[in-house]
């Protein structure tokens, strides 16, 4: 008879109902294609925390998914990203993408700095508006260890403003007369998670949502460089004394490795199928956690400057995004 170690036993019962909220944002996905699973599942897990208290029990499983998880799913998802798609954007449009993630990082700190949001918070947001949304921001997290609520007000303001995006970009881009191909380039330049992009590039084209997948990705292999250099700052800042997080952090490693596995084309499909599904399930699973750390007390107690950080650094990546798919195009 196997005796589970207290350790490993202890993560059980939170990592179990983290699972059941992922198997239902799947589910619920299903017949609801405009939401993808993983914003359910942070819908999800914000509407337990606030509708139950949940037993502290709960807590070491939901912390396992939320990072150890989510480290596992961001570094599967190197397994979507080919070199030669990025490459095959051309030089103009891949300078756009830096311009957007390393102009939307400086930005959106410039602006909490002079809103006194804490340094913490405003990277996380910075980050998860820059590059990846909540993925982005639970990556940032494992690499300066941010508060619960700091994470938690980031996550949420990912949420907020990458569903209100959705609609705004195709709209405007209507208003504005862009070609799908822009449109598509501005969707993927601008709007924070990969499923929220898909479900934008959808609404404008089938070609937009082509061209903003692959701009969106480039984007995602943006968080590799940015986390590396958060590490080396955070390794400065600590010195000699105390724990200092790795150079590059080690899902860091895993995403470029797979983003070169990928790339090498040696995995058959089934590998790859077998990869994406892996990577839906941690992330997914990590979403519902992620999400049960959102509860109203806390935003309350964090205010409204995360809130008007986020709602400027969106409109700030968007219109760096604007500019430069037009001078791309």
């Known amino acids: 008879m196997t005796i589970l170690k207290p350790q490993t036993a202890g993560v059980l019962p939170g990592l179990a109902l983290a699972g059941l909220g992922a198997a239902v944002a799947v589910s619920l996905a299903a017949v609801l294609p405009a939401m993808s699973p993983l914003l359910i599942a942070i819908l999800l897990g914000a509407v337990c925390a606030n509708m139950i208290t949940l037993p502290a029990t709960l807590r070491p499983g939901l912390t ?4 150890t998880l989510l480290r596992i799913g961001v570094a599967l998802l190197g397994l979507q990203l080919v070199v030669g ?19 939307g990082i400086l930005g959106t700190l410039y602006i909490g700095k002079l809103l006194g949001v804490p340094f913490a918070q ?16 639970a990556a940032v997290d494992g690499v300066i260890d941010a508060k619960e ?34 449109a598509g380039m501005w969707a993927g330049g601008s709007i924070h998670e990969v499923a929220q992009v898909v479900a934008a590039g959808g609404m404008i084209s089938g070609s937009a949502l082509a061209v903003a997948v692959v701009v969106k990705l ?15 700052r955070q390794r400065k800042e600590i010195g000699d004394g105390g724990k200092r997080p790795p150079l590059v952090p080690l899902f860091v490693l895993g995403f470029l490795g ?6 090498s084309g040696v995995l058959p499909d089934v590998a790859l199928s ?17 999400g049960a750390g959102i509860r109203i ?11 008007v950080l986020a709602a400027s650094g969106t409109v700030l990546v968007a219109a760096i995004a604007l500019v430069g798919v037009l001078l791309a195009a």
Do not use: H, N, W, Y
């Open 64 to 67: 396992f998914a939320s990072k």
């Open 85 to 103: 798609d990025i490459l095959g954007l051309g030089v103009g449009v891949i300078a756009v993408v830096v311009a957007i993630v390393g102009g």
């Open 122 to 137: 405003r990277l996380l947001i910075a980050c998860g508006m820059s590059i990846c949304g909540a993925a982005a921001v």
């Open 149 to 182: 609520e700091d994470v938690a007000a980031a996550v949420g303001c990912v949420v907020v403003f990458g569903t209100l995006m959705i609609p705004a970009v195709p709209f405007l881009s209507s208003v504005m007369g862009l070609s799908d191909s822009t």
């Open 218 to 232: 480039a984007r995602v292999v943006m968080l590799a460089p940015v986390l590396a250099v958060i590490s080396v």
């Open 258 to 263: 797979f983003v070169a596995l990928r790339s």
């Open 274 to 290: 077998i990869g994406g599904d892996l990577q839906k399930i941690a992330l997914t699973t990590a979403m519902f956690a992620l």
């Open 297 to 307: 007390d806390v935003m309350r107690r964090v205010g409204l400057r995360p809130l």
